[in-house]
């Protein structure tokens, strides 16, 4: 199994299928099979981000809602009345490209779209949303923390922040820098959970290295191979059924 795919960019979703299952990141970002979805699991995101983004804005937000389904209105009556919503917007849906130059010389890049960019007094928060999903189990070693946290240090400060619509004069101190996910569930009951990363020159420094890595031997892999354990990491992988660990009677249960 070989690949002569060039990877110019690179998401955090790439880089969490890369460390979870080099065979799965082959299926899913080199050979890009995607299996049909079904658009009803990504509703409620899809409608509360719509609701966030003219929120941000300045939009009146009462003609979507008056036509939102119960979940919808739930979510966002909680979210509305979380400060975390109120802080002053930098930059809404925010589109990121970061480069990064491999151990062979070619320039890479790291891509992602951030929610949301806030101030909260003297620090910037890089604010995620989450409906549908929950916060990662590990959310400080989990590669959209990590990725997004390093992604606005890097272009904060440059002449490509304003082009990219991001609200920040000059460079950024990692310290100055954290991650909130805000997680709400659709019910009256479950208020809203917020988790915090804090964000440091070392953590800064360990993304680099940890990224030029993994980019660098994306250069020169051929073989994707499954868990040297052979052991499956990811019981719900769409590709179980195609990569061979099954048959090799190797799946966890």
């Not at 890369?18 to 658009?39: E, G």
């Not at 979380?82 to 320039?107: C, D, I, K, S, Y």
């Not at 619509?165 to 805000?182: C, N």
Request: proline share 5%; with cysteine; net charge negative.
């Amino acid at each position: 199994m070989s690949s002569s795919h060039e990877f110019s960019q690179v998401s955090s979703d790439a880089f969490k299928s890369w460390s979870r299952c080099k065979r799965q990141f082959y299926y899913k970002h080199v050979k890009r099979l995607q299996w049909p979805a079904d658009i009803q699991h990504f509703r409620l995101g899809r409608d509360v981000h719509k609701l966030l983004d003219y929120q941000a804005r300045g939009l009146d937000c009462e003609l979507l809602l008056s036509n939102a389904p119960r979940d919808v209105r739930l979510s966002w009556q909680k979210l509305i009345a979380h400060p975390t919503v109120h802080l002053p917007v930098l930059a809404n849906e925010w589109a990121f490209h970061v480069p990064l130059q491999t151990e062979q010389g070619n320039m890479e890049w790291a891509t992602g779209r951030i929610d949301r960019v806030a101030r909260s007094g003297d620090e910037i928060w890089v604010i995620d949303w989450k409906t549908g999903t929950g916060v990662p189990r590990n959310p400080e070693a989990d590669w959209q923390t990590r990725l997004y946290l390093y992604a606005l240090v890097e272009v904060a400060g440059t002449p490509s922040a304003a082009d990219l619509g991001l609200s920040i004069d000059g460079p950024l101190r990692p310290e100055q820098v954290r991650f909130v996910y805000v997680e709400v569930k659709a019910d009256e009951a479950t208020p809203v959970r917020e988790v915090s990363i804090e964000y440091n020159q070392a953590k800064h420094e360990a993304t680099r290295q940890v990224l030029q890595a993994i980019l660098s031997q994306l250069a020169v892999e051929e073989d994707f191979a499954l868990p040297d354990n052979g052991a499956c990491p990811d019981r719900y992988c769409s590709y179980r059924s195609i990569c061979g660990i099954e048959r090799m009677g190797l799946a966890s249960v």
